[in-house]
Each structure stands twice: as C-alpha cells, then as structure tokens.
C-alpha cells in the first residue's frame, strides 16, 4: 500500500510559477513509476506528466506542457515534484499524483487508470 499527500497548489497569476510536491508513504518509493494528472471542472482526468521508477531516466509529458512543466522525484525524500512555470489560465484545475506499479510503463503511464494508488488532489488556479 501507498499513501499519497499533494501539496503546493495555490491561486496565482499567469506567467507565475508554483511547485507541486507528492509525499508517499508505505512501499519502496523508488519502485514506482510516478504520474500527475488534473482535472478541471466537467472534464476528465488529464495526463500532465510521468517519470519513470528508480532513477527517473524517463520522463514523459502532455504537449500543451512541454517546455513549461518539468517533472522529478526524489527517492531519498520519498517525494515526486511538478515545478510549473509560465502557468495560464488553461492549467486550472485540481492536480493529483498517482504511483504505478510499473509493468508496462512505457505503453500505460499516460493512462490514468493504470495507476495504483492516488493522492487526493490540490487546487491550482489561475487568473489572466
């Protein structure tokens, strides 16, 4: 079992920056392939961003973000982070973290219900 904790969210104005930050606790973090999605209001979940478990070689993101948002993981901290610069109003919404047991990594991490484990969400808005 893995629990989650996001943190970080907040309202700021576009162009600002924020970093999102994913506290796990209970099995071996490092095994993990990490994942952030979010979901605005009346949408669906959306992949942001995923590295992948141990070392974090690879990382994957959403287009609209390339450039923008950099994921990273810390497996002494037992934490994943989303540093997100240049934010616009388009980010809003309700960012989660998620941890996959990383069978498949490659073909599944943009899949949100390949992930195991969830955090509970936190807010980002952003105003123009």
């Known amino acids: 079992q893995v629990q989650l904790v996001e943190s970080g969210g907040g309202l700021v104005q576009a162009g600002a920056s924020l970093r999102l930050s994913c506290a796990a606790s209970g099995r071996p973090f490092s095994l993990y392939g990490m994942g952030w999605f979010r979901q605005a209001p009346g949408t669906e979940r959306e992949f942001v961003a995923s590295?992948?478990?141990?070392?974090?070689?690879?990382?994957y993101y959403l287009d609209s973000v390339k450039g923008r948002f950099t994921i990273s993981r810390d497996n002494a901290k037992n934490t994943v982070y989303l540093q997100m610069n240049s934010l616009k109003p388009e980010d809003t919404a309700v960012y989660y973290c998620a941890a996959m047991v990383p069978t498949d990594w490659e073909a599944k991490n943009r899949i949100p219900s390949a992930y195991n484990y969830w955090g509970q969400g936190t807010q980002v808005s952003v105003s123009s």
């Open positions: 590295i992948s478990g141990w070392s974090g070689l690879r990382t």
